[in-house]
């Protein structure tokens, strides 16, 4: 059975490709002097929202008698529910990260398309290729392959595991003190820097390579007048949700048992927020992002795709709402004392009940853990409310055909936001 054929029909990178032609015609463009030695096309499990393909280069001619080295690529090929702006996105924050935080181990970007034909690269060069069924009729970029393997559980486990989580904290710490912090949120563009921006000075990062600019301008996973019409990133994502839930048709066994008045109380009752405090988030700081060598070094923090500038709580929300299976909670309350320590803004440790990683921290290391971090209460409420609000439509039931599978999701999503409504009820209670 071919590689596309075991790809199912609903997947992201389902019918995402790039023919070989293609692949060798902007090798050629991209690397004049290197010649392509192999390409491996990864599998569907392999990436879940990108197409993915590894080639090798070696150099051309007289280069090669020099002894120098092979360089080794990732080309990463958008899927499908995406459009030009997670790309921009994506090269955007590698950008930043290279600008700011140089020796941090992140890709380098080679070159990149907005939709498959059209080419820039990072000296500079542009070319348009000419549509065939070969070239993807998706974005893509071009960038360094790292070395490393995708952090495990031994990994955290063994005699480096300490040594593995103090590298991770000093690369999120230095990129949170030295990418500046912005007064808007939301993911990044790519702007010539001939555009005139309608952006704050501190939304734009100039001359990061030569005539190209980086914005802030909205958020991928929101509906285009989402950001258009909200001031506050909680009061955005709650709309952006709560316009999900009343007009896409697939929610409608969702909305029918959602009271109406949840409505109005999710919108009036966001977590409080400092004002024009938008730190760069990577959003997705999972163990799978992160390779490691074997002596315990870390060699790659990769998947910048989804990243921004968001509130200083939204980086550990997703970590703890969202994705709160992917940390052993010893190696995440380890990784939250080395950001303390390095003065980084973090969590109390949270309860089970909320989706978090839950501890056994007495009151003492409690209160030691508000003295650089979020108040608690604060925090709890933060989360329930992150949880309501991802229930009201979840992306999930966008990929379920009506049946038991779907009706199940959708019960528990009403129990959700039942249970994150009665928390914050709760807890706001203490507040007013």
Partial sequence: MSQELSTPRNHPIYGVNIGDEAIRALSAFVFPDLNLTHVERLGFSKSYNN??????????????????????????IVGRPFDQRKIENEVGCLLLLNCYCSDHPVPDVFAWSRNGEEVDTIDGKSTRFTSSDTFSRHGWILMSRL?????????????????????????????????????????????????????????????????????IQGCLLFLPATTRACTSYSHALAQDQLTRLRSDSIYVPLSQRIEPDIDNFVLANPPSQIPHENVFSWLDFAPRNILVTPSGNVTGLIDFEFSGFFPESEEFVNAVVRQNDDWQLRHWEGLMRELQFRGVKIPPPSDLELG?????????????????????????????????????????????????????RVLEAVKEVKDGVSVMRKLKGRTD
Avoid at 365 to 372: D, F, G, K, S, T
Avoid at 373 to 396: H, I, M, N, Q
């Fill in 51 to 76: 197409r993915l393909y590894f080639l090798d280069f070696k150099p051309k001619g007289s280069r090669a008698l020099t002894g120098e080295t092979a360089t080794q690529c990732v080309l990463k």
């Fill in 356 to 408: 978090g990683k839950g501890s056994a921290l007495g009151r003492e290391q409690r209160e030691r853990r508000e003295v650089n971090g979020f108040e608690e209460g604060e925090w709890r409420y933060t989360c329930a409310w992150a949880k309501v609000v991802d229930s009201l439509a979840p992306w999930e039931l966008r990929d379920m055909e009506p049946g038991e599978e779907m009706t199940v």
């Fill in 147 to 215: 070395l490393g393997n995708p952090l495990e559980t031994a990994d955290l486990d063994s005699v480096h595991g300490a040594s593995i989580l103090r590298q991770l904290a000093k690369y999120i710490a230095i990129w949170k003190e030295t990418i500046p912090i912005t007064s808007s949120y939301g993911n990044v563009r790519l702007q010539s820097s001939s555009e005139s921006l309608c952006q704050p000075a501190d939304n734009t990062f100039k001359h990061i390579i030569p005539g190209l600019e980086v914005s």
